[in-house]
């Protein structure tokens, strides 16, 4: 069976005809003031550029560990779609110093846990564990960025995963044609977000090991890298350790690659009608551009996503 998957991108609620609010509406609601008590973290960066920002939190048992990498889907090299992703997976096999799945024993076998996401901007992996167990993890990350082991067989085996992610998650997925493929590819026209994160199969067995190392060289390095750990733990003891296994990685003699690519601002409404297999109703997705990360009206816009 074979349903319509209706998308529409509107430019702007004027182009709709929505109700847009009254100057004085907005002076009103500009005016009222919003308490939000200060965050407390503590913030430094090492001579290698790893930036590092600690919450200590003692009414807890736990910490959480988090390393974020500023590399998503939009840096994926052209024709090689998904390599983010891809690379995500990679960073949970061996290290000169650790075999396979060593988060998952690091975490799981003392009743933690462990993940990590690909975006459009980022890659992150996190971590939660026993305070007790903070020097592992700590040792752990600083290691598979700098002495992580990416080989043929590794690679031709986490490559077979991605696609059966694809398969399951994009084509076989009633609605993973539209959320995967068809929403990005009509909501930007040029920027790399329209290219979906997964990637595509055809990307993925064009791929090499030699563009797989070229993209985790230039990527994974510390100077692209923030850490982020949060809960019971000693600052001073915390930052030793920091110093001992991150502060000797050092990163390439090239400069970080700078994807500048602007999408037009749209001139109007654009539409767009998919049909794909095994859609049991038909599905309609309407879309606005939003505003970048650090606008002011982020958090609101946030606030409202959740209550829609």
Do not use: C
């Amino acid at each position: 069976m074979k349903t319509r998957l209706i998308l529409t991108v509107a430019a702007s609620a004027l182009l709709l005809g929505l109700p847009v609010a009254s100057p004085a509406l907005a002076q009103s609601a500009a005016s009222a003031q919003i308490a939000v008590p200060p965050l407390g973290f503590h913030e430094r960066t090492l001579p290698n550029g790893l930036k590092i920002y600690t919450s200590r939190d003692t009414s807890t048992s736990n910490v959480t560990v988090q390393v974020w990498y500023r590399v998503g889907s939009k840096d994926d090299p052209e024709d090689r779609s998904g390599f983010a992703h891809l690379f995500e997976h990679l960073m949970f096999k061996a290290t000169q110093n650790f075999p396979d799945e060593t988060f998952d024993r690091l975490t799981e076998d003392v009743g933690g846990n462990n993940n990590a996401f690909t975006s459009d901007d980022v890659t992150a992996y996190h971590e939660t564990v026993p305070a007790n167990h903070l020097q592992r993890l700590i040792f752990a990350e600083a290691d598979r960025l700098g002495s992580l082991v990416v080989n043929e067989s590794v690679f031709e085996s986490e490559r077979d995963v991605v696609k059966e992610e694809y398969r399951q998650g994009v084509l076989a997925s009633p609605y993973g044609r539209l959320f995967s493929l068809f929403v990005p590819a009509t909501l930007y026209q040029e920027h790399p977000y329209r290219r979906s994160t997964i990637g595509s199969i055809e990307n993925l067995d064009a791929a090499t090991i030699e563009d797989v190392r070229r993209f985790h060289a230039t990527f994974y390095r510390p100077d692209n890298a923030y850490l982020i750990v949060a809960g019971n733990f000693d600052q001073a003891q915390l930052d030793g350790w920091i110093d001992q296994y991150f502060g000797p990685l050092t990163n390439p003699d090239r400069p970080l690659p700078v994807n500048d690519v602007r999408e037009p601002e749209p001139t109007g409404p654009r539409e767009s009608t998919f049909y794909a297999p095994n859609v049991p109703l038909p599905a309609v997705v309407l879309a606005w551009p939003g505003v970048r990360y650090d606008d002011p009206d982020r958090a609101a816009l946030t606030v409202l996503d959740g209550i829609l």
